[in-house]
């Protein structure tokens, strides 16, 4: 058995879909995609006024879009209720007895909630926040597991108007606390515990941390999951079920404003602290909605299972939101991959029969290195559909993923999008777009994208730039929560009236985008992004350090890891255990996820002579050992000859 499949310099194998899989899709054919591609350039409002149709307003819009760059509003006067759009419709519908969630928890109990069911629970809870005198506008941090309830409060706090953020369960107390500062949270919705690999996460616990920091929470409603004992503070904590049986399972969604501010996510950019991009109503919903339809090709009898986390953009729109909108039904899993072995997925995948399945290349890459074993003695024949997203897949992980799961027949849609997308913009279309190991491929409708160079001038076939979107699309971010300045001035600056990503791309002869990576200061580990600024300052905030520069080196599953350069205060002495402690006090700050994989203690950092630290040389130096690229604008060239030696020695 191969673990390995040959690497190819450049890729010339293209995957079309099967006949009979294009048969049966909604878009089947690239004539159709190109027709389709070019109205929605064309007249943008016919035809996403379409699409937003289906989804059950309350009050139709006088005006499909309001564009007065940098601001763009969608579906100007409209009024919906994205909670009744995702769960009341389909019981209106008929599909009240359909599966909604089909839940199972990382010990292995499972949970179906139907779309009734559903209903229900969401009802309750909107009644409990109200009950707790949460209001339409007022933020909501959320800080779950992966549970139905994560799904549920968010549903609530849609249903009722007000704004949620989630925070991802592996974030620490501090990134709580920095996030509550910034959206000056009003309530907090936790569980007492998750569980992550075997052991339980102190979820709770580490609110009552974040708690002591920032003091404005007037409520944290706590599920109980692990049933492990928290404290509860009297008049400011209560459990979620207690609350629950004192309310009724009844409510009236009403409608608000397309425009109307649906949740805050942060996410890490070059500089300082993370930003809240903020998302509203009606036109996330229909660009969540609109690419579930079309690129994972929901049909009515499908399983759909999406591996991220609620605490990511992607679990909102691909977990939440986009396939809720559909009225598929769908699979969620609490825990680890890898638990008890690398062949949980597979039974999930098996034991549900799932069709559609969702994950990233890093996952795709731990379960190369674990082995054949796992998925070959697994039943996938479900399967139809694979996706990925979070970063560029690499072509040895896409045949894999062709290949060994998907059984050769399924189509695999690389899916290239953004916190502050909303929404996949660039992605085959399962029915009829050729694939090619590598490439997102194609725009999604209504999607302007190119590739410029400095001067703003479109670049050639295969010549690399910077990727950019030209025109508004429904699910775009409305701006950094609290900070004009900088949605401004990071996304809007570069180009008059365009979009920038902050990915460097390019695109080949037939038109297929091929994403490099991040442009800025931000890495992508295991799919996330983390801001190189983020962790110095987590680095920096420990007592001996006097300074740090952090920069990304690749890593075999991870994508990229974390690799810090540290310099020490006064007399303090660098050894191992510091380096230990170092690593668990970045953990502290902002999570595991952040953690460096290796710290080099340094008597000096190189700095430019108006003293700018020169991440660009200690990343050629730990990739490649040594540094050969323009060092005209060092100041002191010793520095540099001394890491080269610390680094290739290690
Ligand atoms: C990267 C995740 C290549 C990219 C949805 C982007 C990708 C950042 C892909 C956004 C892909 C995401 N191919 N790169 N298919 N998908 N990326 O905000 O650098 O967590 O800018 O959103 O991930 O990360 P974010």
């Given at each position: 058995m191969s673990k390995k499949i040959e690497s190819h310099l450049t890729e010339d194998r293209v995957f079309k879909p099967s006949k009979e899989f294009s048969k049966k899709a909604r878009i089947s054919s690239m004539a159709q995609y190109k027709r389709m591609y070019q109205e929605s350039i064309d007249k943008p409002g016919t035809f996403w006024a379409r699409e937003a149709k289906e989804l059950g307003w309350q009050k139709k819009w006088t005006k499909a879009l309001e564009w007065k760059a940098p601001y763009a509003k969608w579906?100007?006067?409209?009024?919906?209720?994205?909670?009744?759009?995702?769960?009341?419709?389909?019981?209106?519908?008929?599909?009240?007895?359909?599966?909604?969630?089909?839940?199972?928890?990382?010990p292995g109990e499972n949970v179906t909630l139907t779309y009734r069911q559903l209903q229900r629970e969401v009802c309750k809870f909107a009644n409990v926040l109200l009950a707790r005198g949460i209001k339409s506008k007022d933020r909501v941090l959320i800080y779950m597991p992966m549970v139905p309830e994560a799904a549920i409060a968010m549903l609530a706090c849609a249903r009722i108007g007000a704004v949620h953020s989630v925070v991802f369960g592996g974030f620490s107390a501090e990134s709580i606390s920095d996030r509550l500062e910034d959206c000056k949270a009003k309530a907090v919705i936790t569980t007492d515990g998750g569980?992550?690999?075997?052991?339980?996460?102190p979820l709770k616990a580490n609110v009552d941390e974040a708690l002591k920091r920032y003091k404005d929470v007037e409520t944290v409603i706590v599920h109980q999951r692990t049933g492990d004992k928290v404290t509860m503070k009297k008049g400011r904590d209560v459990y979620w079920h207690e609350e629950a049986a004192q309310v009724s399972a009844i409510h009236e969604p009403k409608g608000f404003d397309s425009e109307h501010p649906l949740f805050i996510l942060y996410t890490s950019g070059s500089t300082g602290k993370p930003k809240g991009i903020l998302h509203t109503s009606g036109g996330y919903l229909t660009g969540a909605y609109t690419t579930c339809k079309y690129i994972f090709d929901m049909q009515e009898d499908d399983v759909y299972w999406c591996t991220a986390d609620v605490g990511w953009i992607t679990g909102h729109s691909y977990i939440v939101y986009g396939p809720l909108a559909n009225g598929v039904t769908q699979v969620m899993y609490e825990g680890a991959p890898n638990f008890p072995d690398f062949g949980r997925f597979w039974d999930i995948v098996e034991k549900y029969s799932v069709s559609i399945f969702y994950t990233a290349p890093t996952a795709i890459r731990a379960f190369i290195k674990a082995g054949d074993?796992?998925?070959?003695?697994?039943?996938?024949?479900?399967?139809?559909?694979?996706?990925?997203?979070?970063?560029?897949?690499?072509?040895?992980?896409?045949?894999?993923?062709?290949?060994?799961?998907?059984?050769?027949?399924?189509?695999?849609?690389?899916?290239?999008?953004?916190?502050?997308?909303?929404?996949?913009?660039?992605?085959?279309?399962?029915?009829?777009?050729?694939?090619?190991?590598?490439?997102?491929?194609?725009?999604?409708?209504?999607?302007?994208?190119?590739?410029?160079?400095?001067?703003?001038?479109?670049?050639?076939?295969?010549?690399g730039g910077k990727l950019v979107i030209r025109k508004p699309w429904p699910s775009m971010l409305r701006t950094i929560y609290g900070d004009k300045k900088r949605y401004r001035d990071t996304y809007w600056n570069d180009y008059d009236g365009m979009y920038t990503a902050g990915d460097g791309a390019r695109t080949d002869k037939k038109g297929n985008f091929w994403i490099v990576g991040r442009l800025d200061d931000v890495l992508n580990v295991s799919g996330h992004r983390l801001g190189t600024a983020e962790v110095e300052?987590?680095?920096?905030?420990?007592?001996?350090?006097a300074e740090a520069a952090v920069v990304g080196r690749p890593h075999e599953i991870k994508g990229q890891g974390v690799v810090a350069f540290v310099t020490l205060k006064g007399n303090a002495k660098s050894s191992d255990a510091l380096a230990k402690e170092l690593r668990n006090h970045v953990g502290t700050v902002i999570g595991a996820?952040?953690?460096?994989?290796?710290?080099?203690?340094?008597?000096a950092l190189p700095k430019t002579r108006s003293g700018k630290i020169m991440r660009r040389l200690l990343k050629e130096l730990v990739e490649t050992g040594s540094v050969s690229g323009n060092t005209t604008t060092l100041e002191d060239h010793e520095v540099i000859a001394a890491l080269q030696k610390q680094v290739s020695g290690k």
């Open positions: 579906f100007v006067g409209g009024k919906i209720n994205v909670c009744e759009s995702c769960v009341d419709r389909h019981v209106r519908e008929g599909r009240g007895n359909k599966a909604a969630i089909i839940w199972e928890g990382e569980y992550r690999r075997g052991s339980i996460v074993e796992f998925p070959d003695s697994r039943d996938l024949s479900s399967l139809r559909l694979l996706g990925t997203v979070g970063e560029p897949i690499n072509p040895e992980a896409w045949m894999w993923y062709h290949e060994k799961i998907g059984g050769g027949r399924c189509p695999i849609v690389d899916t290239w999008w953004q916190t502050e997308t909303g929404a996949i913009m660039i992605s085959p279309l399962p029915g009829c777009t050729p694939t090619k190991p590598g490439t997102a491929t194609l725009p999604f409708f209504g999607v302007d994208a190119a590739i410029l160079d400095e001067t703003g001038q479109e670049c050639r076939a295969d010549e300052s987590a680095l920096v905030s420990h007592k001996v350090v996820i952040a953690k460096p994989d290796e710290i080099f203690f340094t008597p």
